[in-house]
């Protein structure tokens, strides 16, 4: 049996598995999409956002306070 065989009968056979792998696909899609997303903002961002300036703030006001 042939790959394209094996997964035409595994899943596009019957409606249900179609339907179940398309729904299971696009969860899949979807959290990977906005990871990548997620991270190529926040590489763009570096430097910009709350998390990082926290530190920054955290780090400043320890200073002041040992002086």
Known sequence: MTLVQTV????FRRT???AL????GAIFFERFFDQVGDG???EINKGKQWKDLKLQLEQKQNAEEED
């Open 21 to 24: 792998s398309i729904i299971v």
């Open 40 to 42: 190529l903002y926040d």
């Open 8 to 11: 035409y009968n595994t899943f």
């Open 16 to 18: 249900s598995t179609f």
